[in-house]
Structure formats: C-alpha cells, structure tokens
C-alpha cells in the first residue's frame, strides 16, 4: 500500500492496535511504518503505506495513537514526500493571500488545511476543513483529509464518519475505506474493520496495507487461517509486511 493512499502526514502519527488473542507489537506492524496522506492534489495520492503509520500497540498496553500506510487524497498540491515544513509554510502564506483576497476561497482552505496539518497543527487544520465543508458540503476531499487528521488526534469516531461521507460522495476510493477500517482497529472493533479492508482489496488488489491489517484483524478475532492466508498475500507484495506475518500468524 506504499503506492496507495496519500501520504497522508508523511511520517507523521502511528496507529496503535492491539489484538484480542494474538501479540502485538509498537512501531513494526503495518501502521507504524506509514503515514497516511493528508495532502491531496489534484492527480490523488496514493498511501496506504503511507496512510498512514498504522501500528499494533504492545500487547500490554491497548493505547491507540494513528495510522496508514498509502493513503491521500487531491487538489493542487505536490506529494508530501516532495515537500518539507518550509514548503507547508509557503503554502500557508500563499492560502492566506488568497483568502484576504476572497475570504471564501475554498481550495485555498484546503491547501492550508493540509498543510497546517502536516505541521501538526492538527486542531488548526480541523477548523479550516470545517469551514471547507460548510461551503461545499459535498467536498469528498475535505472530508476524507478531516478524517485522516482526525486519526491523527485519535478521535477515531469522527473519524470514522469523515471517511464514510467521503465514500457517499466517491464511492470507490479505495483510501477511504482503508482509513474507515484503520479507525476501526483503533477501536478495537477488528470485526467491523474487516469489510472495509475487504472493499480496498476489491478496488486494489496490490493494496499490500489492506491485505496485512486485514489479516491482523482476522488474527485479532481467531481467525488463524484466513489471517495467515491474508499476510502471506501482504508479504508476497510488499516485504516489509513479512513482520505482521511473523507476529500474527505463529511465526515468530
């Protein structure tokens, strides 16, 4: 999923999961190695390696932090791999000359949204998709960037319904169904996560991300087979997915 979702906040937050019946482990389970993608331009980018740092939490601590892998989604901006925090910076000051200019400038709202949040500057960045969304109510964009960010403050609720009214308005984003799921995990509702993976997969079949915290979920709720089954599709496509399988399918 390194090619996936958008690079949601390159590096930037780690989803913690924990599972119910197998061990886990903080900084090399799938999340944790991403970052979902805030940023969002107008070709979308892709993360679900990247959506987002998506990682297991230690088996004795069922503390939830971010996620993601390869996940993002678009509107004018470059990936955030190709950016830095002065690049953020200018792209704030240039949203804010455009909007003294017109105070209702929506894209210019979304591009400091997204930047403000790759800053972390996560509450800031909430406050101005708000006021996207209040002038276009149908923004998908908006919407799935307010979700991600809100992975990011570990209000996995709102988050899961930022993602859901992402896919009202596109149906087939493959990032948004992997971010509903990955808030899902941080719920610990692994059953509930499964679809959404499962949906991603459809629409991705390469999405290495889906397949491995598919799989961890299954492995979450005694499932050893179709969890094995999943994780050894995850490695075969991306390498570094070798370690979820290590962990959650009994091969440590």
Same mark, same amino acid.
């Given at each position: 999923?390194?090619?996936?979702?958008?690079?949601?906040?390159?590096?930037?937050?780690?989803?913690?999961?924990?599972?119910?019946?197998?061990?886990?482990?903080?900084?090399?389970?799938?999340?944790?190695?991403?970052?979902?993608?805030?940023?969002?331009?107008?070709?979308?980018?892709?993360?679900?390696?990247?959506?987002?740092?998506?990682?297991?939490?230690?088996?004795?601590?069922?503390?939830?932090?971010?996620?993601?892998?390869?996940?993002?989604?678009?509107?004018?901006?470059?990936?955030?791999?190709?950016?830095?925090?002065?690049?953020?910076?200018?792209?704030?000051?240039?949203?804010?000359?455009? *909007?003294?200019? /017109? !105070?209702?400038? &929506? =894209? @210019?709202?979304?591009? $400091?949204?997204?930047?403000?949040?790759? +800053? %972390?500057? #996560?509450?800031?960045?909430?406050?101005?998709?708000?006021?996207? *969304?209040?002038? /276009? !109510?149908?923004? &998908? =964009? @908006?919407?799935?960037? $307010?979700?991600?960010?809100?992975?990011? +403050? %570990?209000? #996995?609720?709102?988050?899961?319904?930022?993602?859901?009214?992402? *896919?009202?308005?596109? !149906?087939?984003?493959? =990032? @948004?169904?992997?971010? $509903?799921?990955?808030?899902?995990?941080? +719920?610990?509702?692994?059953?509930?996560?499964?679809?959404?993976?499962?949906?991603?997969?459809?629409?991705?079949?390469?999405?290495?991300? @889906?397949?491995?915290? $598919?799989?961890?979920?299954?492995?979450?709720?005694?499932?050893?087979?179709?969890?094995?089954?999943?994780?050894?599709?995850?490695?075969?496509?991306?390498?570094?997915?070798?370690?979820?399988?290590?962990?959650?399918?009994?091969?440590?």
């Amino acid at each position: 999923m390194k090619n996936g979702l958008l690079y949601l906040v390159a590096g930037a937050a780690t989803v913690l999961l924990t599972t119910q019946c197998a061990s886990t482990a903080e900084n090399d389970t799938p999340g944790a190695r991403r970052a979902v993608s805030t940023e969002t331009s107008a070709p979308r980018l892709p993360t679900a390696s990247a959506i987002t740092n998506a990682a297991a939490a230690p088996a004795t601590s069922p503390t939830p932090a971010l996620t993601a892998s390869t996940a993002a989604t678009p509107t004018v901006v470059e990936p955030a791999a190709r950016k830095n925090n002065a690049d953020y910076k200018a792209d704030i000051r240039a949203a804010d000359a455009a *909007l003294k200019a /017109k !105070p209702k400038d &929506a =894209e @210019a709202l979304l591009l $400091r949204a997204k930047a403000k949040s790759h +800053l %972390k500057d #996560y509450r800031e960045a909430v406050t101005d998709y708000n006021t996207v *969304l209040r002038l /276009k !109510p149908t923004n &998908a =964009e @908006a919407y799935y960037n $307010r979700g991600l960010t809100r992975l990011k +403050l %570990k209000e #996995y609720t709102p988050a899961i319904s930022d993602f859901s009214k992402a *896919l009202k308005y596109r !149906p087939d984003d493959k =990032e @948004a169904f992997f971010g $509903r799921g990955a808030a899902k995990m941080q +719920l610990f509702n692994f059953k509930a996560a499964i679809p959404d993976f499962t949906k991603a997969i459809s629409l991705d079949s390469a999405y290495a991300d @889906a397949w491995e915290y $598919r799989g961890i979920s299954y492995s979450s709720i005694n499932k050893p087979k179709e969890a094995k089954a999943d994780l050894e599709k995850a490695a075969a496509i991306n390498p570094e997915a070798a370690k979820s399988l290590r962990r959650y399918a009994g091969k440590e």
